[in-house]
């Protein structure tokens, strides 16, 4: 995509205004990237499109990219590009704290429209970290440097978990219409024949029908109501489970038919662990 030097092989930043002035042929296409990459991007020269979402970078924003996830670039004009990236391969942090950990932060799977949005003192501690790590790999390389990067990564990744917490804060409005959305899709759900016909909704299918990432919507669930997106799920067949139980004549198969379980042992098992009681105990109960 662009030609940069790099002092190591797994891991570097880059300045996009000490590259040459982008074409449209060098930059436009579909990329997959085989890295960790985290983009800062100034100007709106640049178009990406990740899934059937578009987004047109804003001054102090950044994008988080993970390995095997694709990107299309659209590229209309010849540019100058400005920014900075992290980017790092996995073997980098491999065997160390980062490796074991780096699935839980999960903004490298959020869509490119969930970016996180820096303040100007958070734009500043992005760039403090980039430098530390910058200045590490400028150094003769020894056995305190991997450590020493892969530290400064992981800080930096702190940081990005703190900034979006604030994100998540300062767009409470938002966030509590996504909530509405997601408790009115559910009750839709519900109500019609989806149970039967498709089965119990998974927390993808219901962050895709409100157009975000698994991940991001699960993540926004959590912040927002303490609960997770699947215990949300799970606390709705509770709650219809236990109207139906009370409807005469309807058997356990039926119920567990109709809320989308193949099997009733297993919805029976599902409803005790949650409950505390077997269905046919609670009808008794109630």
Do not use: W
Request: charged share 25%.
């Amino acid at each position: 995509m662009i030609d940069v030097k790099t002092p190591h092989p797994l891991v570097n930043v880059v300045d996009f205004s000490t590259l040459k002035p982008q074409d449209k042929s060098a930059v436009s296409g579909t990329y997959t990237f085989g890295f960790y990459t985290v983009s800062i991007k100034y100007g709106k020269n640049c178009e990406l499109k990740y899934g059937r979402n578009l987004y047109d970078y804003q001054d102090g924003t950044l994008v988080f990219m993970s390995p095997g996830q694709v990107m299309s670039v659209e590229q209309k004009k010849k540019f100058q590009p400005e920014g900075f990236a992290l980017v790092f391969h996995p073997d980098l942090i491999r065997g160390t704290s980062l490796g074991q950990h780096i699935k839980n932060y999960s903004f490298f799977s959020y869509d490119v429209h969930e970016a996180l949005h820096l303040s100007e003192k958070e734009l500043e501690v992005v760039l403090e970290c980039f430098k530390k790590i910058e200045f590490e790999l400028k150094q003769t390389i020894d056995k305190h440097s991997k450590h020493l990067i892969v530290s400064n990564i992981e800080l930096f990744l702190s940081y990005c978990v703190r900034f979006y917490d604030r994100q998540f804060i300062t767009r409470d409005n938002i966030n509590s219409d996504v909530l509405t959305k997601f408790e009115s899709l559910l009750n839709s759900y519900f109500e019609s024949e989806n149970l039967k016909k498709i089965g119990i909704p998974t927390v993808s299918y219901l962050a895709d029908q409100l157009h975000l990432s698994a991940n991001y919507f699960g993540d926004l669930v959590k912040k927002e109501t303490g609960k997770t997106a699947l215990e949300y799920i799970q606390l709705a067949i509770i709650d219809a489970a236990k109207e139906k139980i009370l409807v005469p004549g309807k058997s356990v198969s039926e119920i567990a038919c109709e809320l989308g379980f193949k099997h009733s042992q297993h919805f029976s098992r599902f409803f005790k662990q949650h409950v505390g009681y077997s269905p046919n105990e609670y009808r008794h109960l109630n």
